[in-house]
């Protein structure tokens, strides 16, 4: 009995067929066209010799040229240029032969009007079948999609209709927004009807992007078209949308008002990774976050693939970006120290998941443990060290310096050590903007991190730097969550000082700078990142609770309640005697520091271990303003509730 082929060798001899059969057409075409539909007799046998030459020299062409490799049913405008080039490789043998050929093989010589006019039917046919099968694909797609999306959500109306699609406008006519609008228009489960484009460029207005979709106004001209047009809401498709651009859009959007809408990461869909399921409200890290971070991947490469790179307080926010950003470079191993042993299965789970194949050590262990960390060292080697570990929570430390102390300064100084005596190619320290004119122990700690690792540089082959930043969008304990949840509980929103203005990134756009960083330094430096403007605290608690669908100081109310301990209205990234000095990269600053004395440093960190084994808090702050002249450490608060004796303890020069 004859077996039948495999299901897709069938579907390669059925595209072949169809091929062959559309070349050949094209060809009787040409030859019914070039003669008006009546071939002269004599011509025939031309014809009949010339036909089966042309159509084989076609479909090798086609061959040569990628363009019967494509899968039909993703035919798209990338693949044109292949078709282009079989139909001019093609066209130029034929010529060749024609030119040629003596007389005596006269019947061999295709007519070159017949040659062009077959050339443009030939293979804009065969690119044409293949769009055909593109859209009817997608409209097979789009009502499979459309009946999962029923039978889920049980949104029949027992007629096989699904309920009345949302009107939108999309916000961007630009290529991003193109390809969202056909993605849209493919997907039948999305409910959404695109009534047009809104672009502020000009020479666009009234022109067509998609399927007939026009260019309708303006942000500006927003208020007319929702009323005119019965819009539900607008979704924002600018791909690399600007903190300021989205903000604008937003608040034109609130006066209307009209719910707005963005897809996220648009980049994915230029590169042609689309999840238009993505598409979200808009949330603050849209409006904080900036332009993405352009990156030196191949210096950063060159630093951490085949390498063993050690991530402390790897379960962290911080410290678990940063493991996520160093695994795309391929790390020989990877090496993720943390304590919390539920942070630590949570981020190598991860991990794991995203490249099984790479090698990732998951190592509880606590910085300050010398004996655990050593034999870490001994075992591992890490050729880059990235210590993310600390104490961060300004108030928390506040009534908990000694443990501040330890853990910021006294453990970075261990771990420092031993990162030179194993002979570490690099130790990145992440410090923060509080360490600039400390008034809080946690400031206070990390400046004297900062200290730490100068120190260091000269004595070992490592290099040793820092790097400075201000507050993580979504990091743990950062304001914007503590914000939500009070947004989610109905209220008050609280925040300790209207005045008060903080610097905000994301998550990976800070981690991608340590990163960069790390390949910048030479060893001693203490980088900055670029934070863009402060943000004032009363104008995010009022956006967010805008972007929660209510209305600030109506139906959620923010209240002062006072600075707490350790707190400053205006955050820092460097001080007035500093002198800031720019890298090769845009983003990232280094600040000239006086080297402490190695001497200063080894008696000082003599005296903090001593005053941290005895908790002595108030002796411990008193150091640290001496140690640090532009410290501003008040007394220790009271563990029962009633304030001590009040110190404002200043050192030198009389400050």
């Given amino acids: 009995m004859l077996e039948l082929p495999p299901r897709r060798h069938l579907a390669t001899g059925i595209q072949a ?3 062959l059969s559309l070349l050949v057409g094209a060809f009787v075409a040409a ?8 071939i002269p007799p004599e011509e025939l046998r031309s014809f009949a010799t010339q036909m089966p030459l042309v159509v084989l020299l076609q479909f090798v062409a086609l061959t040569i040229f990628g363009a019967r490799s494509s899968i039909w049913r993703y035919t798209d405008l990338a693949h044109v240029k292949s078709f282009v080039y079989a139909a001019f490789g093609s066209l130029i043998v034929i010529a ?4 040629g050929l003596p007389n005596p093989h006269q019947a061999w010589r295709v007519p070159l009007s017949v040659n062009l006019i077959d050339v443009l039917l030939a293979f804009g046919g065969a690119y044409a079948l293949r769009v055909m099968r593109r859209a009817e694909y997608e409209y097979k797609q789009k009502r499979v999609q459309l009946k999962k999306h029923i039978n ?13 699609k949302r009107s939108v406008l999309l916000i ?3 290529r991003a927004g193109s390809l969202a609008a056909k993605e849209i228009e493919a997907r039948g489960d999305l409910d959404l009807e695109i009534k047009g484009f809104v672009d502020d460029d000009r020479s666009k207005l009234g022109r067509s992007v998609v399927q007939g979709r026009r260019v309708l106004g303006t942000t500006q001209d927003l208020p007319r078209l929702v009323h005119t047009h019965g819009i539900n809401h607008v979704v924002i498709t600018i791909a690399h949308a600007s903190r300021h651009a989205i903000h604008r859009i937003v608040r034109i959007c609130e006066e209307i008002p009209v719910k707005v809408r963005i897809i996220p990461e648009l980049y994915e869909i230029i590169e042609g990774r689309v999840e238009i399921s993505r598409i979200r409200d808009v949330e603050i890290e849209d409006l904080l976050g900036r332009e993405p971070v352009q990156l030196d991947n191949e210096s950063i490469s060159r630093e951490l693939a085949g390498k063993t790179v050690m991530v402390t307080g790897a379960g962290g926010s911080i410290g678990s970006e940063l493991a996520r950003q160093v695994q795309r470079f391929g790390p020989a191993h990877l090496l993720l120290v943390e304590r919390a042993e539920f942070a630590l299965f949570d981020i190598d789970s991860e991990l794991r998941a995203d490249n099984p194949t790479q090698s990732i050590v998951p190592l509880v262990a606590d910085v300050g443990d010398e004996s655990r960390m050593r034999a870490i060292f001994d075992l591992y080697r890490p050729h880059v060290v990235i210590h993310s570990a600390a104490h961060k929570h300004v108030p928390l430390m506040e009534s908990n310096s000694t443990e501040a102390v330890q853990n910021n300064t006294l453990n970075t100084r261990l771990l420092a050590d031993m990162a030179g005596e194993f002979k570490a190619e690099v130790f990145v320290l992440i410090s923060t903007d509080k360490a600039v004119r400390p008034t809080s122990i946690m400031g ?11 120190d260091l540089n000269p004595q070992y082959d490592t290099r040793f730097v820092a790097v400075r930043f201000g507050n993580v969008i979504g990091s743990a304990g950062s304001v914007i969550p503590i914000f939500r949840e009070q947004i989610r509980n109905g209220g008050p929103v609280t925040i300790t000082d209207k005045r008060m203005k903080r610097y905000f990134m994301t998550i990976p756009e800070s981690a991608q700078l340590v990163l960069q960083a790390s390949v910048i330094g030479k060893g001693g430096e ?14 995010l608690a009022e956006t967010l609770i805008t972007l929660s669908g209510l209305k600030p100081h109506e139906d959620i109310q923010i209240i002062e309640t006072g600075m707490r301990p350790g707190e400053k209205l205006y955050e820092e990234l460097r001080f007035e005697t500093e002198e800031t000095v720019p890298t090769s990269h845009p983003k990232i600053f280094i600040n000239k520091l006086d080297t402490p004395e190695p001497e200063t440093v080894a008696t000082a960190l003599k005296v903090l271990a001593r005053l941290v084994r005895e908790r002595n808090e108030d002796e411990l702050r008193r150091f640290l303003n001496g140690l640090l002249p532009e410290a501003r450490l008040h007394a220790a608060p009271s563990q029962n509730g009633r304030e001590r004796k009040k110190l404002v303890l200043v050192a030198g020069n009389g400050r």
């Fill in 17 to 19: 067929f169809l091929d």
């Fill in 31 to 38: 030859y019914l066209l070039r003669f008006d539909f009546k």
């Fill in 96 to 99: 060749l032969l024609r030119l």
């Fill in 152 to 164: 889920g959500n049980g949104k029949g109306n027992g007629n096989g209709k699904s309920k009345t």
């Fill in 172 to 174: 961007g006519a630009g």
């Fill in 444 to 454: 206070a700690s990390k400046r004297a991190a900062e200290l730490v690792v100068q």
């Fill in 526 to 539: 203490v980088f900055i990142l670029h934070m863009g403007e402060p943000v004032q605290i009363m104008d």
